[in-house]
């Protein structure tokens, strides 16, 4: 068990001819506290497994630190980091039984004798539930074993650090909900420090206590899940995190309205004179799909109309395409809605922004000026300092 | 043309039978999207549509005609693989264009038209002299697309496209493919194991299991009046809720629950004896104890239950609960609630499940004994009737 | 494998760090199998070009000096190698491109179109790796000479090509011999490499409308040319080298139509005894063809064995 630290983290690729070469990681610090659980996510190409297979040690640190638990790994070799990981093929020895791939670890990196080792082998395959596989090869197991034999390969070493490649992307979506769920109780249990690279919304809402948002292998903000979702620290965290994503609107400020194409909002005064903005402002109004209102609900000022393009309708919530008035074709704007569609396409519906939920972005930074004001129900929870 | 009709097909590989006995009918220019579990035989019913496989027992017609015996290249159609399957030592343009060089009546000068034409509509003119290697997964979809569409077939197959882009380009390319395929107007048959593509894209929806055809309907029907269990459960995301238990005088019990039916369930059930009561995540609604009942005892359909996870989404959180006082480590329920009503784990909650929302299943065949009851929103459906 | 990265040229400190008995042991390990492969090379070359007199006096690998350096051997061996080079590669060359290609394509047929009793015909050229040259020997010469005496038949046509006489017409049943005797294991080369390649691109293809033919001319063929490269420098190493065939069906050193293989046991030997060097020239001759296609091809060998195994 340990701490796990990033400190202005780069990586740099260097081509044969050309000088500067290509930075896959920009000056990366995160700090994983012990048993923590953090989430790396970011679009592909974002260095998140750049970022993982560094620590891992299967790439050399161009710059900066990487520490675990006391002592600096950078010059230390992937085999004595003390680290597990399981890749995104697992990675199971194809030619050795399911006891032999679990045990390989253990044989390779510790001095136990072979009644040690074998009894913890079976010790780590009751836990993931495969002790009754033990003797087949990987070519013999489904999906979701071979996954749980690449966990057990994993945890059966007691490493300092788990670290996992979109472990379940090769699994079909009843099997990953399930082992998503698995995956998050069996670190619980074990409280091993993790770096999980994903790229899939679900896993990186629900899995980590924090997530560390990547793009262009710069950190965009590392935080927990909630705070990443309704306080994002800028446009792209805000259009990354949250399916569909969150509308966005071009405007400027005129004293305290935002005028955009198709729309003009106005704030109530006490909002926009603490944001302390110039006049004129380029910004950018921003609204997840699940605020909007629809329906003719109320009269205020923050309702607009719109047509609706096409309703997607999922069974438990709808997915509604709209578009305003004298807007270009593609420039559709999403809201969500529950139970049964009772628009459909070519309605014109009513359109209200609850001035609760905006979010405002500089346009030129992508700097978030204001997020959404917070009411939870339930729990009044701290999960948000 | 292009109507697909599966006349009692069955594929089987020696001993085991991966398609049985599936009977299916296509409109033209419709789009029917086959969904299940893997292994369930949607892959196995495409190849056999294209011709890559088959049939053991069967007919196949495409557009009346019967196709049993014919081969791929004299099918009138277009598939697009999971794997892409561009050629990787052909340019853009030569991959498009390899499958317009069979077609009889092309001059080689309409031919690189009908290229330019395509890459044009998909937005891929630039890359058209680069090779499948220096194109990025979605560049690659297109291409695989172009390829497709050139043609002009009379049917569009596609094998779980989409599996292997990234989340965000997945939604982008899901809203161009069905407006290409609204657009092009071709029946489309499209194998996918995910839920978004399968309620979304379709006009109609094919759920396959164990190789067997469980219902065809529209998205919505398959949501909200399942014709069997598995179909319940596998639409729907988190799956629906299964209580097993069986029913006596009016009241079901099991899973550490007694639940009243009333009159439109009790005369479902009839003298069933093992049931299975269903009930979507998002029809349950949670409150903490104190809020809900205060002092007040729970009514016949509310459920004090224990919080064991709750999962934050940001638009919703998904919550699973157990039932007081029950030494199970088995969730109960698991409900859906609101993204700004949070409840955290150890929570004592009040449950309630209103009866016009549950499903009853028969506990041994998994056949529907009877449906939710629908309903829309008044105030919406006012809106949309103006 | 190495961790470290030398931040500056002299950078002494690393350096003493690089420096460890592990490395030193795996360089010294390197040299000594670099010298077990080249000191016979070496030893054959430097014995060609010395006079009889200073193979006597010097040590076998030691560099000729003086007087005792001389190119009379070389160009003795080539005199008489000539003619025999001009009919190994009249062989080879042919023998081994059509080898290629009906392997090739047998492989094609057996891997990527399915058809009843595949499994059957494919056993049939397993089986064909495993007969042992010798056992055919005698057969083979029944069937060339007294059967289907094909270069007697051929002989009037052959006389007629210049600077061919009619003996060369015994090269064509040798030619067709190593290709029938080396599409086996071509195929099972080939079969292992189609095996790798995904499935979905033959039929995407098939559903472009390709007929089994165009599908591979214009899709496998093309991918599969770094294989080709492989199968290539195999195949004609073994059939450049080969002695027994060439033995059986020509004949003799003495034939007109002697490849290389007949000619080289003969050289340099003499009722006086052995001259090693005309013996060690004849031999380097000899495996000049080979060394240069290996040296010309080594990048597309390299990557054909790669995508193999990958």
Excluded at chain 1, 196 to 220: C, F, K, N, P
Aim: charged share 20%.
């Amino acid at each position: 068990m340990a701490r796990l630290e990033l400190d202005d983290v780069t990586k740099v690729y260097r081509g044969d001819d050309d000088e500067a070469g290509v930075v896959a990681v920009d000056d990366v610090s995160v700090e994983v506290p012990d048993g923590d659980f953090l989430v790396l996510v970011g679009p592909s190409g974002c260095g998140k497994s750049t970022t993982l297979r560094m620590i891992a040690g299967l790439e050399t640190v161009t710059a900066g630190e990487v520490t675990l638990g006391d002592r600096t790994i950078n010059d230390v070799s992937a085999q004595e980091r003390d680290i597990a990981m399981v890749f995104q093929s697992y990675a199971l020895y194809p030619h050795k039984t399911v006891r032999d791939n679990i045990a390989f670890g253990l044989e390779e990196s510790t001095d136990l004798s072979d009644g040690e080792i074998t009894e913890t082998v079976e010790e780590a395959t009751e836990l993931m539930g495969i002790d009754d596989l033990l003797d087949r090869k990987p070519g013999e197991l489904s999906g979701g074993q071979q996954q749980r034999v690449a966990l057990g390969r994993a945890i059966v070493r007691d490493p300092d650090a788990f670290l996992m490649d979109e472990p379940l992307s090769n699994l079909d979506a009843k099997l990953r909900a399930e082992m998503r769920t698995e995956l998050q109780h069996l670190q619980e249990q074990l409280g091993v420090t993790t770096v999980y690279v994903t790229h899939d919304q679900t896993e990186a809402m629900t899995m980590g206590d924090r997530i560390a948002v990547l793009d262009q292998g710069e950190l965009q903000q590392v935080g927990t899940p909630l705070e990443c979702y309704h306080q994002p620290s800028n446009l792209f965290v805000a259009g990354f995190i949250g399916e569909p994503s969150m509308n966005v609107f071009d405007g400027h400020l005129q004293t305290t309205e935002l005028v955009t194409d198709s729309f003009t909002y106005s704030f109530s005064a006490e909002s926009v004179s603490d944001l302390d903005l110039e006049e004129e402002s380029e910004l950018v109004l921003g609204i997840r799909p699940e605020d909007i209102e629809l329906g003719e609900r109320s009269t205020d000022e923050h309702r607009f109309e719109a047509e609706v393009v096409v309703v997607e309708p999922m069974g438990n919530e709808n997915i509604v395409h709209l578009q305003f008035d004298d807007t270009p074709t593609d420039d559709e704007f999403i809201a969500t809605t529950e139970g049964i569609p009772s628009v459909s396409s070519g309605d014109r519906v009513g359109v209200v922004f609850p001035e609760a939920a905006i979010h405002l972005f500089d346009a030129d930074t992508g700097k978030a000026v204001k997020n959404r004001r917070l009411s939870f129900t339930g729990t009044p929870a701290e999960m948000l300092q | 043309m292009g109507r697909i009709q599966l006349d009692h097909l069955t594929k089987r590989f020696g001993e085991t039978v991966a398609v049985e006995d599936v009977t299916l009918d296509t409109e033209d220019g419709e789009f029917l999207i086959l969904v299940g579990p893997s292994g369930c035989g949607k892959s196995t019913t495409l190849r056999m549509i294209a011709g890559l496989e088959r049939p053991t027992d069967g007919n196949l017609y495409i557009d009346g005609d019967h196709m049993n015996y014919r081969v791929p290249q004299n099918r009138d159609i277009a598939m697009v693989f999971q794997d892409y399957a561009l050629y990787p030592h052909m340019t853009v343009r030569e991959n498009i264009r390899f499958g317009l060089e069979e077609e009889a009546g092309y001059t080689a000068a309409e031919m690189d038209e009908q290229v330019e034409a395509t890459a044009a509509d998909l937005g891929i003119v630039d890359l058209l002299d680069r090779k499948p290697g220096e194109l990025s997964g979605g560049q690659q979809q297109r291409v695989a697309l172009g390829r497709a569409i050139v043609r002009d077939p009379e049917v569009f197959l596609m094998d779980e496209p989409l599996a292997n882009l990234d989340a965000k380009l997945r939604s982008q390319m899901r809203t161009e493919l069905q407006q290409l395929q609204a657009d092009l107007d071709v029946t489309t048959v499209y194998v996918t194991h995910n839920q978004t593509e399968a309620m979304t894209m379709g006009d109609r929806l094919a759920v396959l299991n164990d190789g067997r055809l469980q219902q065809v309907g529209e998205p919505l029907t398959l949501y909200h009046e399942p014709a069997n269990q598995f179909v319940a459960g596998f639409i729907g995301e988190p799956m629906m809720n299964f209580l097993h238990g069986h029913a006596d005088d009016e009241t079901f019990t099991g899973s550490g629950l007694e639940y009243p039916l009333d009159d439109r369930l009790a005369d479902a059930v009839g003298d069933t004896d093992e049931l299975v009561l269903g009930v979507r995540p998002e029809a349950i609604d949670v409150r903490r104890a104190d809020e809900a009942t205060g002092e007040r005892e729970p009514g016949p359909h509310e459920f004090r239950m224990q919080v064991a996870v709750s999962e934050t989404h940001g638009d919703q959180n998904v919550v699973s609960m157990t039932v007081d006082d029950e030494e199970t480590d088995h969730d109960a329920l698991r409900a859906v609630t609101d993204g700004m009503h949070v409840v955290t784990q150890g929570d004592s909650v009040v449950v309630t499940i209103d009866p016009e929302t549950v499903h009853v299943f028969d506990g041994e065949t998994g056949e529907t004994l009877c449906n939710r009851l629908l309903e829309t929103d008044p105030e919406l459906a006012a809106v949309s009737s103006n | 494998m190495s961790q470290s990265t030398s931040r500056s040229p002299i950078d002494v400190e690393s350096l003493v760090e690089n420096f460890n008995y592990r490395r030193v042991g795996k360089y010294a390990l390197v040299v000594l199998f670099l010298g077990f492969f080249l000191v016979p090379l070496e030893t054959g070359i430097m014995t060609a070009l010395k006079t009889n007199s200073a193979i006597a006096r010097s040590l076998p690998f030691a560099p000729p000096a003086g007087e005792g350096f001389t190119l009379t051997n070389l160009e003795y061996a080539f005199s008489q190698l000539t003619n025999s080079f001009v009919n190994s590669l009249l062989m080879a060359v042919p023998a081994t491109l059509l080898n290629v290609l009906l392997a090739s394509m047998a492989a094609y047929g057996l891997t990527m179109v399915s058809w009843r009793g595949q499994i059957a015909v494919f056993a049939l050229f397993l089986v064909g790796v495993f007969v042992p040259y010798q056992a055919v020997l005698v057969p083979l010469s029944q069937f060339w000479n007294n059967m289907f005496p094909l270069a007697r038949m051929l002989e009037p046509l052959f006389a007629a090509i210049p600077f061919l006489q009619g003996g060369h017409s015994r090269l064509v049943p040798l030619t067709i011999t190593h290709v029938a005797y080396g599409i086996p294991i071509c195929t099972v080369l080939f079969r292992s490499y189609y095996k790798s390649l995904p499935n979905s691109l033959v039929e995407a293809a098939k559903i472009d409308g390709a007929s089994i033919t165009k599908i591979y001319r214009r899709i496998v063929l093309p991918l599969s040319l770094p294989m080709f490269g492989v199968v290539f420098i195999y195949q004609f190493t073994q059939i450049y080298n080969e002695f027994l065939f060439s033995f059986t069906l020509i004949t003799g050193s003495n034939h007109p139509a002697a490849p290389v293989t007949l000619i080289l046991p003969a050289i340099g030997s003499s009722t006086e005894g052995i001259d090693f060097g005309i013996r060690m020239s004849a031999a380097f001759l000899a495996a000049l063809p080979t060394i240069i296609l290996y040296v010309a091809f080594a990048e597309q060998f390299a990557k054909g064995l790669r995508t193999e195994s990958g």
